[in-house]
């Protein structure tokens, strides 16, 4: 058998530590990431050759990777548990940050703005969240606000609250968009339903719906797109 080559026999410029302090994170493959936090491999495989063999099962695909449950993720040689959270701590800090950027300057031209902003929060949950975008005259994204969770009904989603928080933030347009768990895009008779109900309120307020839109894992629906707005 041949004896596994430590990360410390590396060249200095190839040691994922190094390499970060001398070229910056950004230089970093994704498994020399994940090496950085789960710090030793085993007894085969250094860190990196691990994370590239986890990495490997889930098509090299971090949103795969994203849905590995705890017990899977053990079941890899040299991932225990302490490992194993310390890979789903970080992927969940990865939503958790997508979700709270600052969103001032960025401006909102199509629905596929608005599925690429929403879909690194929303393409996983298991429950239905309905989100909406507060935006400026110039389409710009005043705030990003969750108005329900659990699914989308006229008893979850108030739309007052939404004219509310539209008028104290003196948007002039918003956007609509929930995520379906089931994969299915197509939006349902409550989807409809409330999307005409926010239009029509926004309509009185001066406020302009711009879109809704209906998203799951590598798929969307835009009122928008399919004229229905």
């Given at each position: 058998?041949?004896?596994?080559?430590?990360?410390?026999?590396?060249?200095?410029?190839?040691?994922?530590?190094?390499?970060?302090?001398?070229?910056?994170?950004?230089?970093?493959?994704?498994?020399?990431?994940?090496?950085?936090?789960?710090?030793?491999?085993?007894?085969?495989?250094?860190?990196?050759?691990?994370?590239?063999?986890?990495?490997?099962?889930?098509?090299?695909?971090?949103?795969?990777?994203?849905?590995?449950?705890?017990?899977?993720?053990?079941?890899?040689?040299?991932?225990?548990s302490a490992?194993?959270?310390?890979?789903?701590?970080?992927?969940?800090?990865?939503?958790?940050?997508?979700?709270?950027?600052?969103?001032?300057?960025?401006?909102?031209?199509?629905?596929?703005?608005?599925?690429?902003?929403?879909?690194?929060?929303?393409?996983?949950?298991?429950?239905?969240?309905?989100?909406?975008?507060?935006?400026?005259?110039?389409?710009?994204?005043?705030?990003?606000?969750?108005?329900?969770?659990?699914?989308?009904?006229?008893?979850?989603?108030?739309?007052?609250?939404?004219?509310?928080?539209?008028l104290l933030?003196?948007?002039?347009?918003?956007?609509?968009?929930?995520?379906?768990?089931?994969?299915?895009?197509?939006?349902?008779?409550?989807?409809?339903?409330?999307?005409?109900?926010?239009?029509?309120?926004?309509?009185?307020?001066?406020?302009?719906?711009?879109?809704?839109?209906?998203?799951?894992?590598?798929?969307?629906?835009?009122?928008?797109?399919?004229?229905r707005i």
């Amino acid at each position: 058998m041949n004896k596994k080559l430590s990360i410390n026999s590396w060249a200095i410029e190839d040691r994922p530590r190094e390499k970060m302090i001398m070229h910056g994170a950004s230089c970093l493959s994704n498994a020399e990431l994940l090496a950085i936090l789960i710090g030793s491999g085993n007894r085969d495989e250094s860190a990196v050759d691990l994370m590239k063999r986890v990495l490997a099962n889930y098509r090299n695909d971090l949103v795969l990777l994203d849905k590995a449950s705890f017990e899977e993720l053990c079941s890899f040689k040299g991932i225990g548990s302490a490992k194993a959270i310390t890979i789903l701590a970080a992927l969940e800090f990865g939503k958790r940050r997508a979700n709270t950027s600052p969103q001032d300057g960025v401006v909102i031209r199509c629905s596929d703005d608005i599925y690429h902003l929403f879909y690194p929060q929303m393409c996983n949950l298991g429950v239905e969240e309905c989100w909406i975008l507060l935006l400026n005259q110039g389409a710009k994204v005043l705030e990003k606000i969750k108005i329900s969770s659990g699914g989308l009904t006229a008893t979850l989603v108030d739309v007052r609250c939404i004219m509310r928080d539209a008028l104290l933030k003196r948007a002039t347009s918003l956007v609509v968009c929930h995520n379906h768990p089931s994969g299915n895009v197509r939006p349902s008779q409550d989807d409809d339903s409330i999307t005409m109900k926010i239009r029509d309120a926004a309509t009185l307020m001066s406020i302009r719906l711009l879109d809704h839109v209906i998203l799951t894992d590598g798929n969307f629906y835009s009122y928008a797109d399919e004229g229905r707005i």
